[in-house]
């Protein structure tokens, strides 16, 4: 389930494809009042991340605001099983590994006690085509 507010904000962000500084605060303050809650709030705006232009501190935000969800909201905390990583790695790849993308694996790693090999597996790949594509370039 997702609040009315959040879901008003992706629509609204979705049509004008810019996050502000201002737009950021708000989602961490009112509108997520610090938190996300559910998947479907981390899938929600995983796909906002893919099509807008935003402000700088969208990324470190969008960040902290899923490592937290994956991290410390899921139970066990401080431990990313097989289902929550297999189930993140595929969202992050759906456009291959931004640099958000790989912020959120990387925040992931750095906070968990655990991480199953799913997310481990993306972090290598992500690092694979970074490597490929400096070669090429």
Known sequence: MMKDQLRDFID???ESRQVSDEDVT???GEILEGSIRSRL???SLL???RIVDAAES???TLTKLVVDFVVWNRAPQGVVSNDDAFWLATLLEVSGPSPNAMNIAYGILDEAGY???ALLDFIMR???QARLSQIAA
């Open 115 to 117: 991480v199953d090999v």
């Open 126 to 128: 992500g690092r694979q």
């Open 47 to 49: 796909a906002l991340d």
């Open 41 to 43: 709030e981390v899938e």
């Open 12 to 14: 609204r962000i979705s």
């Open 26 to 28: 708000m989602l961490q």
């Open 58 to 60: 969208w990324g470190p």
